[in-house]
């Protein structure tokens, strides 16, 4: 190991070894995304909080280094690329030392990598808290001596170990050629008859798998129990959604408010001042009330994850899913898409295969997110009258509001269905192999970090595209009449050339240009409207621009057909910017967009003539 | 019989890989512990053809029908 400068170490290990507890552990919020030069994956890197000269490099879990999916794949590739270009100066590999035959497969496999690449690998041994709680004991010195690099027990839970982990690095050398062992065999089950061998003897004794994880899976995977709690655990999680994120949402509201009242007078009026007032805070400040959602979404789903339901929900979903072509790892993406497509996008990375993935991504656009939710009411309080039918226990606008959310779910499913039985590559695909990882109560403080982490990556990344939306969309909306009248910028000179393009469905050049600053995101479509009805203030007041809907004889079919519009189409730039930075390219984001719209169009347009037909 | 045949409750010893198998899949299976020899029990079978769940070694993982109707057991 070279001591001039900071060294760094790269964490590997298998999905549940407890690595990225471990790298949590060892870095604090010491962390950020590492860029490799040409690699995709992420890899967060983090200075150690035990000794500044060390920086952690955390690669993605992979259960081989012969890889089956693609994530593998990208991993694998970047953990060997890294080694090729000397990036690295030791590796440590984590195992779960309960598991020790099954880390050990993983762990020759690294020792023999790492010795093509003459770097030095520390094996730490993690979870030995659940060995001790065991009365269990592992050969530490015997392991490491058959293996001839150092091994640390450790336990990224407790802590335990965790501060010799330098010194273990520090002692450690490269790995032998070959783990000297008398088995002859062939190569592809050498590795494992080598591990069962070590694990055998070094390795503790006795079962370890405690009885109250297949107590707690026959209650979640019960035919009813399990269906039941899924239900209830799902609609937990809606609930913390809107309400736990609710007052901070009003809070990053009000803060926003406060800075432009702050902030605004000490400019003076003029383009300057409209600039910060509609494009900085009116623009900006929109997107960020999003974040708390985002924070709070990620620590949910984190605290499932963690806790070992996430794993039973995709086990219960997989059957019906697989049906529209998705996999049971697609349901939770799909169902953050339901508060926000850009937290789903994110969650899709649990989906290891890529095509499923793929699907994924088709689906989380059409899912009904929180962004479409003020559009939805403002439509349906101008069409659908607030009366209550069946003794008051069914309101008509409720019905109508469930109605347009199982559309979008219904179109999401369609979308996927039809795609994967159009191409046979995307039906045959990686078989469903799931480790179920022991439940055990989540750890705060890491979730936390994470959580937090991926609201920074949000308000950084999606927020410079956002930003840049914001200022276009605003120049062509201000000039070239400095925001006198909407109607004669060139937004609104633009509106006018597309009228053509809605007028089939009923609609004028206004909710044309509604539609196009709709683009920016959703919930926009109800401000501008708003403006040019003349009425300030149009998200707080649905109901009287409701009225001035109402009022301008807008028909039914127009009505219903933009509540179509809106469910399909995919204006929502901050999607189409987390989904190129997850493809790493603009083809998909750029395809969707194009292609959901025409559907968007083309179902408008059907729901426009059908409902005109029958009312 | 195959895993996928494998009733809540019983165990067996993995026999082979039906040659159907693609050898990604074999290998991977092998390192998660389905291997041949090696002891297999089903501690879950739910309703209506959800994955089950097999318990090798101190590991539990779900398998779907795709997958658990390719490993021979006896």
């Known amino acids: ?132 709680q065991h009365s269990m004991q592992f050969d530490a010195s015997g392991l490491s001596e058959a293996l001839k690099v150092s091994v640390l027990p450790l336990s990224a839970k407790t802590g335990a170990g965790l501060e010799q982990i330098s010194q273990s690095l520090a002692d450690t050398t490269v790995p032998p050629e070959k783990f000297q062992s008398d088995i002859i065999a062939s190569d592809d089950s050498v590795n494992h008859l080598h591990a069962q061998e070590l694990a055998e003897k070094y390795g503790p004794r006795g079962d370890l798998l405690i009885n109250t994880q297949t107590r707690l899976d026959s209650f979640f995977l019960h035919s009813w129990f399990g269906g039941l709690s899924f239900l209830v655990i799902m609609y937990l999680l809606f609930q913390s959604i809107f309400t736990w994120a609710a007052p901070a949402m009003d809070g990053v509201e009000a803060s926003i408010q406060w800075l432009a009242s702050v902030v605004l007078p000490l400019i003076p009026a003029g383009v300057a001042s409209d600039f910060t007032s509609d494009a900085l805070f009116g623009g900006i400040g929109a997107f960020l009330v999003f974040v708390p959602q985002i924070f709070v979404l990620t620590l949910v789903v984190g605290m499932l994850e963690d806790s070992g339901y996430l794993a039973r929900a995709a086990v219960i979903c997989h059957k019906p899913l697989r049906f529209f072509g998705l996999t049971g790892k ?165 509106g006018q050339w597309i009228e053509p393009l809605f007028a089939p469905f009923g ?101 426009f003539h059908l409902v005109e037909l029958l009312v | 019989m195959t895993l996928w045949d494998l009733t809540q409750g019983a165990s067996a010893k993995v026999s082979r890989f039906k040659s159907s198998i693609e050898s990604g899949y074999r290998t991977r299976l092998s390192e998660l512990g389905f291997h041949p020899g090696e002891q297999i029990a089903c501690v879950m079978s739910p309703s209506m053809g959800a994955p089950k769940l097999y318990r090798v070694n101190n590991t539990v993982y779900s398998l779907d029908d795709s997958i658990a109707s390719l490993i021979e057991v006896a």
């Open chain 1, 1 to 132: 190991m070279s001591s001039t400068q900071a060294s760094r170490i790269a964490l590997i290990g298998s999905p549940n070894s407890g690595k990225s507890l471990l790298f949590n552990r060892l870095t604090g919020l010491n962390q950020k995304v590492a860029n490799f030069p040409g690699i995709t994956v992420n890899i967060a890197s983090g200075q150690s909080l035990h000794d500044s000269s060390i920086q952690y490099l955390d690669f993605p879990g992979v259960y081989s280094m012969q890889a089956i999916s693609g994530e593998e794949k990208v991993a694998v590739e970047a953990f060997i690329s890294a080694l090729e270009d000397n990036l690295l100066d030791a590796v440590v590999c984590v195992v779960d030392s309960t598991r020790l035959e099954k880390g050990l497969i993983f762990a020759l496999q690294v020792l023999e990598t790492c010795h093509r690449y003459n770097k030095p690998v520390l094996i730490a041994a993690n979870m030995v808290d659940v060995l001790d």
């Open chain 1, 330 to 494: 697609s349901f939770i993406p799909m169902l953050s898409g339901v508060a926000c497509a850009i937290p789903g996008v994110y969650a899709a990375r649990t989906v290891e295969s890529t095509r499923k993935r793929w699907l994924t991504y088709l689906a989380i656009p059409l899912m009904p997110c929180s962004a479409r939710l003020p559009v939805y009411s403002l439509i349906i309080a101008a069409f659908i009258p607030a009366q209550k039918a069946m003794g008051g226990l069914v309101g008509w606008q409720g019905l109508a509001m469930f109605a347009i959310y199982l559309f979008g779910i219904l179109c999401a499913l369609l979308v996927t269905a039809l795609v994967s039985r159009s191409n046979a590559e995307l039906r045959t695909d990686l078989p469903f192999v799931l480790e179920m990882p022991p439940y055990r109560l989540p750890s705060w403080r890491p979730l936390i970090i994470n959580a937090w982490n991926r609201s920074k990556h949000f308000v950084t990344k999606a927020g410079k595209v956002i930003f840049a939306v914001t200022v276009v969309i605003w120049v062509l909306g201000y000039f070239p009449n400095y925001g006198t009248s909407l109607g004669d910028s060139w937004l609104g000179t633009m």
């Open chain 1, 507 to 607: 609609l004028d050049w206004r909710y044309g240009v509604a539609i196009l600053s709709s683009f920016l995101a959703r919930e926009v479509f109800v401000g501008t409207l708003g403006t040019m009805f003349g009425i300030e203030g149009a998200e707080e007041n649905f109901t009287s621009l409701a009225q001035q809907i109402q009022d301008s004889g807008l028909p039914l079919g127009a009505g219903a057909a933009l509540l179509v519009f809106f469910a399909i189409a995919l204006q929502c730039v901050s999607t189409l910017a987390v989904l190129q930075r997850e493809t790493g390219s603009w083809r998909l984001p750029l395809q969707l967009f194009i292609s959901y719209s025409i559907f968007a169009y083309t179902a408008a347009l059907a729901v």
